[in-house]
């Protein structure tokens, strides 16, 4: 969507007529042309917060809009237009629209639940993407959440519920290019404090995720976190996170975060104990938590399931197994999807993961060494 602003410009210019023209008149003369100026509704950042964003409108837009002026945009033309909504109940209508607890950034307490409904901007809408920017509400130490967050859509998987300490991550739902609305829900029992950005996709965005990708990561390189690491991780969960494959590329290395202790970058289970970290036992009854993770090379008859205390690989010396890290590497896939499942166990102690990837570029993802620890 554009919107245009119509601009008097005076150009102080002497214009002559010639006498080709036929015109009597020969001396200068001043005059006024009204040019067009248009600039996109694009994201931008807010003056007094740059951690914020907002929509740049023009001045009277974001005032009819219900926005708060926060800064200039577009050269000067635009005004970046913020949104934030405090009131449970309150919908929301607008993109890029900031949702906190009541008192925010006091703790809320008031037992019950504080919901909000997204309505769609157009019939092109194929997903909604949350910004967790401050998020901290109350789970126990066995993974479960007495507090919650929960949402509901019109379209795709729906999400599990959702508690902890989440900021810094993030979570797609998808629409589908449904006019209904979607509802975030946040059920209190003790109290927690959340702010959370809504942003809606189009579905010709480059921001749009594979569908049903509890998060999407793009990049040649950076990290992928489980929900609430380092703290527990949840209890009778089962969520995806996608990386996008960048073009050029056709590999991926994946890593345990360092340092691999204090916190533990990878304490999905107890399996460990019994002298394999890897996966080579695969997903038995016995595990709190495993992560599945589609088109490994490098652990060879032992599939794709990880667990255990530590990520290692097959061929990484036995004896090493459980407390020296190993690299994971993934090729032929169109995107790389690590499934965290959570089991409908006590959690207590093993934390989910944080793990650093770097994409191989195609010249390469089919060659590579690892380390038998000898």
Not at 92 to 121: D, E, M, R
């Amino acid at each position: 969507m554009k919107l245009s602003v119509i601009v008097l410009v005076i150009l102080g210019l002497t214009y002559e007529v010639s006498s080709d023209e036929k015109l009597t008149e020969k001396k200068g003369k001043l005059f006024s042309l009204f040019s067009v100026v248009t600039f996109p509704n694009n994201q931008c950042t807010a003056k007094s917060d740059t951690t914020m964003y907002g929509t740049c409108f023009t001045s009277s837009e974001c005032s009819n809009k219900g926005g708060t002026v926060d800064g200039n945009c577009a050269a000067g033309f635009g005004v970046c237009c913020t949104f934030t909504i405090s009131t449970c109940g309150t919908g929301i209508t607008q993109n890029c629209t900031y949702i906190t607890n009541p008192s925010y950034p006091s703790t809320y307490t008031t037992t019950g639940t504080c919901a909000h409904t997204v309505t769609p901007l157009n019939s092109d809408i194929c997903q909604l993407r949350l910004d967790f920017d401050n998020f901290d509400i109350t789970e126990t130490t066995a993974g479960i959440c007495t507090d919650s967050f929960g949402t509901t859509t019109p379209a795709g998987q729906p999400t599990l519920d959702l508690c902890g300490t989440l900021t810094g991550s993030h979570l797609y739902m998808e629409n589908a290019r449904s006019s209904a609305t979607s509802t975030l829900t946040f059920t209190i029992a003790t109290g927690g404090t959340w702010k959370v950005k809504v942003t809606q996709i189009e579905c010709s965005s480059l921001s749009r995720a594979k569908p049903d990708c509890d998060q999407w990561i793009t990049g040649i390189s950076g990290q992928v976190t489980s929900y609430n690491w380092p703290n527990v991780q949840l209890k009778a969960k089962d969520y995806t996170y996608c990386i996008r494959r960048e073009i050029g590329y056709c590999g991926l290395q994946l890593s345990q975060v360092v340092p691999y202790t204090s916190p533990d970058s990878f304490d999905l289970n107890s399996l460990g104990t019994v002298g394999n970290a890897n996966g080579a036992i695969g997903d038995v009854a016995a595990s709190q938590a495993v992560l599945t993770i589609a088109g490994v090379q490098n652990n060879p008859g032992h599939g794709n399931i990880f667990g255990g205390i530590v990520l290692g690989n097959v061929q990484a010396a036995a004896a090493d197994s459980n407390i020296v890290p190993g690299a994971v590497i993934v090729t032929g896939q169109k995107n790389y999807i690590l499934q965290h499942t959570q089991k409908n166990v006590a959690q207590t102690g093993y934390e989910g993961f944080s793990l650093q990837f770097n994409q191989l570029p195609c010249s390469s993802a089919s060659n590579y060494y690892e380390s038998s620890g000898l």
